[in-house]
């Protein structure tokens, strides 16, 4: 009964490598985010999906590239890792609509780029 | 540019003892201000708050929101070990985007 699930929950790879990080939530939500949390635990948005458009963009490197194959499911492919790319990232999940809502988080993948 | 400041970045205090969590915000389109905490994993809700001056409590855990000062405090009282965490601010602009302060580590000693 798992609310926003992330897969994996570790991945360790090679600088250059391309990797994809999976995000599902059974909330019902319309919306959807990646954050990225840095070593300093700064937590920092990335992208945003509200009924599979993307809504926010944030300064992010084009090698992220984030995929929404439909609102209950946000998937986000790295291509070319970079040692920079290392931090945990979280994925969640909210109702729009209104001001009065909380966004939901996902247990973050932490991605260790050697 | 929007930011959310928080303060004091970290703090040791005794079990029992009271804490005093702040965050500033300047943030255009302000809708609401929200504070998580978070442990070892993901953060998890502790209060949302849109309007001034009225206190929100679970618990031993308050807040309230100052709209004209801009800002938020987060009280914890008669704290426990179990209380030590990182506690993050953040304040919702457009589109229900989430701007995070840096966060306020807490270390409850026994």
């Known amino acids: 009964d798992t609310a926003v699930s992330q897969t994996p929950k570790y991945l360790v790879t090679q600088m250059g490598n391309d990797k994809s990080i999976k995000c599902e939530q059974n909330l019902g939500h319309d919306t959807m985010y990646w954050y990225k949390q840095d070593s300093k635990k700064f937590l920092k948005i990335m992208f945003s999906y509200n009924n599979k458009e993307l809504i926010i963009n944030e300064t992010v490197p084009n090698r992220f590239s984030p995929k929404s194959p439909d609102k209950a499911h946000l998937n986000l492919h790295i291509n070319s890792l970079e040692l920079g790319d290392s931090a945990v990232y979280f994925c969640?999940?909210?109702?729009?609509?209104?001001?009065?809502?909380?966004?939901?988080f996902g247990p973050g993948t932490r991605l260790t780029v050697l | 540019e929007d930011k959310v400041v928080q303060s004091p970045l970290s703090l040791v205090v005794h079990e029992g003892d009271t804490v005093t969590l702040n965050c500033s915000y300047e943030?255009?389109?302000?809708?609401?201000l929200l504070w998580y905490k978070q442990e070892k994993k993901a953060p998890t809700f502790l209060f949302m708050l849109t309007s001034s001056g009225i206190e929100k409590k679970s618990g031993r855990l308050s807040s309230i929101l100052d709209k004209k000062e801009l800002f938020s405090i987060l009280n914890i009282t008669a704290t426990q070990t179990g209380d030590s965490a990182i506690y993050l601010c953040a304040v919702e602009g457009s589109w229900g985007k989430l701007q995070f302060g840096a966060g306020t580590q807490v270390v409850v000693t026994p």
């Open positions: 943030v255009t389109n302000f809708r609401s």
């Open positions: 969640a999940s909210s109702r729009p609509g209104t001001s009065r809502y909380e966004q939901f």
